[in-house]
């Protein structure tokens, strides 16, 4: 039996810190067999130690995740490119290929966390949205092999503000 192509997907945010390597992770975790996952931003800022935290505690390990922006990534090409903030959606740049644009924003964990009291408020919303990109992700690969049209027009899958 033929191995199954698995989608390249690169999930992409204004500083692949946070959300971005948070979708990544997950997509590896629980849709490896489908998705061949990527995160980039546009630029580097670095993993933030909360989401690495967060993630470990679901079990899911950041190790070998690092920052990059897009221009690492090279002449890739991915099936679908995945903006999770605004500015990556309006920023989002061109890839070789016919990549699928697919929006879904979630909340910025760093940003709301500025206004937290304390470090375990803070936790709770980056495990918050945590928890929003996995079930986002757990769907994933059935909403991506299930979305009509050519590969060559932007997607309408998914249209979710941040907010």
Known sequence: MPAVRRL???FLCTGNSCRSQMAEGWARHLAG???EPYSAGIEAKGLDPFMVQ???EAGVSMASHRSKTVEELGEK???YLITLCNHARETCPC???????IHHGFP???LLA???ASKDEALKIYRKVRDEIRAFVEVLPEL?????GRRDQPARLVRREEG
């Open 8 to 10: 390249k997907v690169l």
């Open 33 to 35: 067999d489908a998705i």
């Open 54 to 56: 967060v993630m470990e």
């Open 77 to 79: 090409k991915f099936d």
């Open 95 to 101: 890839f070789p290929g016919k990549a699928r644009v």
């Open 108 to 110: 910025d964990p760093p």
């Open 114 to 116: 500025k206004e937290a």
């Open 144 to 148: 991506l092999n299930a979305t009509p």
